[in-house]
C-alpha cells in the first residue's frame, strides 16, 4: 500500500462545502487522491449515485482543485477492497465535532484491522463546523436556499429555478 495514495470516502448526498474543503485540503497532502462515493446502507438517499458523482465532479472544477483528484464510487464490498484496488493506503474523514470524532473511531480500527490503511482525521474551516449533508437534504426538501452550504454546481442543481430568477 502506497502512503502517498489517499481515499475520502462519504455519502456525497449532496457534496457540501464542507466536503469540498476537506477534499481539498487532502489533495494538497498527498499524490493521488480518490474521492469515493459509497453507498450507506444506513441512510435513506436523496441522489442516485450517478448524480453525486457528476455533482462531485463539478464542484471540484469549480473549486480549481482538480488536478490529482479521482472521483469514483463503490457500491459492493468493504471499502478496503477499493483502497487495496488503487493501492491506497490512507483514508481521510472530515471531522467537524466530537460526535463525527465517535462515529469514525470505531470504523478507522476496524478498518486498519481489515487492511493496514490508516485512517487520518482532517479538521475543515471552522465555517463548516456545522454543515451536515443531511441538514442540506431537510432544507432542500423543505423549499429553503441551501446555496450558503453547497457548492455552486450543487445549489443550481437543487434549486434551478432560483438561478434563473437571478440571472
Ligand atoms: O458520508 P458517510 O455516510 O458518513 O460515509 C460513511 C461511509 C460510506 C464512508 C461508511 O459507511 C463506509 O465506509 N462504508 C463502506 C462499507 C465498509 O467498508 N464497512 C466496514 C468498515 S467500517
Known amino acids: 500500500m502506497n502512503n502517498r495514495i489517499a481515499v475520502v470516502p462519504g455519502s456525497f448526498d449532496p457534496p457540501t462545502l464542507g466536503h469540498i474543503d476537506v477534499i ?4 494538497s ?4 487522491l480518490h474521492v469515493l462515493v ?8 436523496m441522489l442516485p449515485i450517478a ?11 469549480e473549486a480549481g482543485i482538480g488536478e490529482n483528484i479521482i472521483v469514483a464510487s463503490w457500491s459492493v464490498g468493504l471499502l478496503v ?3 487495496e484496488d488503487v493501492n491506497a493506503g490512507v483514508l481521510i474523514k472530515g471531522i467537524r465535532s466530537q460526535v463525527d470524532v465517535a462515529y ?3 470504523m478507522a480500527i476496524v478498518n486498519r484491522h481489515l ?12 465555517s463548516h463546523a456545522l454543515v451536515s449533508s443531511s441538514l442540506v437534504r431537510q432544507v432542500a426538501a423543505l423549499g429553503g436556499d441551501v446555496s450558503p452550504f453547497v457548492p455552486g454546481p ?6 434551478p429555478g432560483k438561478d434563473s430568477i437571478e440571472s
Open 104 to 106: 469514525e473511531t470505531p
Open 38 to 45: 459509497v453507498h450507506n446502507p444506513d441512510k435513506q438517499a
Open 115 to 126: 487492511a493496514h490503511v490508516e485512517t487520518v482525521f482532517l479538521l475543515p474551516d471552522p
Open 29 to 32: 497532502l498527498y499524490d493521488e
Open 81 to 83: 477492497d477499493y483502497a
Open 51 to 61: 448524480q453525486r458523482l457528476t455533482l462531485l465532479e463539478q464542484s471540484i472544477a
Open 24 to 27: 481539498a485540503r487532502a489533495a
Open 154 to 159: 450543487v445549489a443550481r442543481f437543487l434549486d
